[in-house]
């Protein structure tokens, strides 16, 4: 089973920049689809980034432009690159792992890191 431990949060000020990492207590699997979420106090959690074994990506479009994923499978760590926050970004942000088998898929989940973004 798949463990992973987000860190990186905190506050900023809009326009700044914050770099999120999220580290599988395992390997991670070249087939593991690795994705960040967010979730805000009162909204439903929804997709900011997933990035595919190799290499392709799709963003929400709220940060297509300014959020970058990436990962390093040899070091089992996939990371959130956050540019020009805006307010609206404040939300915990959790890793996900989505780990296929021959039948299914199966996800993971970090508890999560806060991001706030003061005006």
């Known amino acids: 089973q798949v463990q992973l431990v987000e860190s990186g949060g905190g506050l900023v000020q809009a326009g700044e920049s914050l770099r999120l990492s999220c580290v599988a207590s395992g390997s991670i699997l070249s087939n593991d689809i690795m994705g960040w979420y967010r979730q805000a106090p009162g909204k439903q959690r929804d997709l900011v980034a997933v990035?595919?074994?190799?290499?392709?990506?799709n963003y929400a479009d709220s940060v297509k432009g300014r959020f970058t994923i990436s990962r390093d499978n040899a070091k089992n760590t996939a990371y959130l690159q956050m540019n020009s926050l805006k307010p609206e970004d404040t939300a915990v942000y959790y890793c996900?792992?989505?780990?296929?088998?021959?039948?299914?898929?199966?996800?993971?989940w970090g508890k999560g890191t806060l991001v706030t973004v003061s005006l």
């Open positions: 996900n792992a989505r780990r296929y088998y021959g039948i299914g898929a199966v996800d993971y």
């Open positions: 990035i595919t074994g190799g290499g392709t990506t």
